[in-house]
């Protein structure tokens, strides 16, 4: 919508929505954690519930619920009839049982809210100020073995909700070819090792990431019994001369280097074109805001670019496909495959210049 076309009742209308967004927000996790919307949807054939029947069953205060989904009706969260009876719109609908919104409601609740309140300072500094509001570290990573079991469970939620429903189809392309070794760079809890072991019998992989995921990693690869074709590397790729085993065959990075400004970028890439020879591959997933289909998409992805600003480490975000093709060219990669994956993923498959 152009500043042309709309008018100002309209415009001020949108502008009090955005003034007032984290009080919708909040009454929403509100809805949801106190089984508001899931009474609300189970009356849906018997037309709907009032406010004291909710109340009541749930040992509320007609108050607080009434309060509730004054602002949830207002927002287009709920409606109401003339028997002041409530029904969840499809907007609710979603907002309560949509797997994506829920994910993203949760990481947004539990890990970003209270630290997105530092982003100007964020922007100012380049450091994720917000950090300090989950724990005292440099970067989210370092930390992520130690967050409290709710906010660790809804950032591994978030970061595996928008890779695992990809890993099938990667696979498949992945073990056209014959890969006996792969290095999983950034294997946070192992999920993609643990697949690819089970995919296939004969693969060896080294997952390489933080000492605090790698050893998250380590026990769930014993607990799946793999043991015996997975080892670990330790590295910071943050460190002065960050380095890994030379014999690389396949390197694997899925959802990891938009943890990195361009810079750094550059040097993960640099690092591994140094293992490389010359029938190695490197292979990058990433949901690129340019490679999307669907304006909501890029939303999400724009949005994640600020929790990258404020929480995760002050200097990294989303990118588009055309600034990662630059920074690989630079590195000395030759781009050998470009194929879309998913519904927002893009595979790039790159040899050693």
């Known amino acids: 919508m152009s500043n042309s076309s709309i008018k100002a009742i309209d415009a001020i209308q949108e502008a009090q929505k955005i003034a007032f967004a984290p009080f919708v927000f909040q009454a929403t996790v509100s809805l949801r954690k106190l089984g508001v919307f899931d009474l609300i949807f189970e009356k849906r054939k018997k037309g709907g519930i009032t406010v004291s029947a909710i109340a009541e069953e749930l040992k509320l205060s007609d108050y ?30 979603f907002l309560a049982y949509n797997e994506t919104v829920n994910v993203n409601i949760n990481f947004t609740n539990e890990v970003c809210y209270k630290g997105l309140f530092h982003l100007d300072e964020a922007i100012k500094t380049g450091k994720p100020k917000g950090l300090k509001e989950l724990g005292n570290w440099n970067t989210v990573y370092e930390g992520l073995s130690q967050l409290p079991p709710l906010q660790q469970q809804s950032w591994f939620e978030f970061d595996h909700h928008y890779s695992d429903d990809i890993f099938s189809e990667a696979l498949e392309i ?39 995921q790698l050893n998250k990693a380590k026990a769930n690869v014993k607990t799946a019994g793999f043991q015996d074709r997975v080892q670990g590397h330790e590295i910071d790729w943050l460190s002065e001369n960050p380095s890994i085993p030379s014999d690389a065959e396949t390197i ?32 990058i997933i990433e949901t690129f805001t340019d490679r999307q289909k669907f304006d909501n998409a890029k939303f999400i992805l724009e949005a994640t670019s600020l929790y990258f600003t404020v929480i995760a480490n002050g200097n990294s975000k989303m990118y588009k496909a055309t600034e990662f093709k630059d920074i690989a060219n630079e590195a000395g990669l030759q781009l050998k495959e470009d194929i879309e994956i998913g519904e927002y993923h893009t595979m790039f498959t790159f040899s050693k210049a």
């Open 64 to 93: 607080g619920v009434g309060v509730l989904l004054e602002i949830a009706e207002s927002a287009n969260i709920v409606s109401k009839n003339e028997t002041e009876h409530y029904a969840l719109t499809t907007i609710g609908y």
């Open 174 to 212: 992945l073990f056209k070819k014959d890969r006996k070794k792969i290095f999983d760079i950034g294997a946070n809890t192992g999920k993609f090792t643990l697949k690819c072991c089970a995919y296939n019998s004969d693969v060896n992989i080294t997952m390489i990431d933080l000492p605090g």
């Open 252 to 283: 694997w990075m899925c959802q990891f280097l938009d943890c990195f400004s361009k810079e750094e970028i550059l040097k993960v890439l640099k690092t591994c074109v140094s293992s490389m020879n010359e029938n190695s591959e490197l292979i």
